[in-house]
């Protein structure tokens, strides 16, 4: 006579071999598994390094915005039409 719990004792103990077989076959591939690795070629270090250091450099200067703005405020700040244009006709994106 097959106890109920005999047979659920059993395929637990089937069930916790499969589980610690299938770890240990994960951690074999782990250890074995090549390290994933960048390069970069000198073009991307430069750029990188030119990024970096206008992340550096403060964003506003103080001294041309209080110039700008006193050109503003008095009126004498005039850019031709034909400057703005050719600026925006150099654009490339």
């Known amino acids: 006579m097959i106890i109920n719990s005999t047979i659920q004792s059993i395929s637990g103990i089937y069930a916790n071999q499969g589980t610690a077989a299938t770890s240990r ?14 390069l970069l070629s000198s073009r991307a270090k430069s750029l ?5 250091h206008l992340r550096d450099m403060d964003d506003v200067r103080p001294e041309k915005v209080a110039y700008f703005a006193g050109l503003v405020s008095s009126g004498a700040y005039d850019v031709p039409a034909e400057n703005i244009a050719a600026s925006m006709m150099g654009m490339r994106y």
Request: glycine content about 6%; charged content about 20%.
């Open 25 to 38: 076959a994960r951690a074999k591939a782990a250890a074995t598994a090549p390290n994933d690795e960048v």
């Open 48 to 52: 990188s390094s030119a990024l970096g």
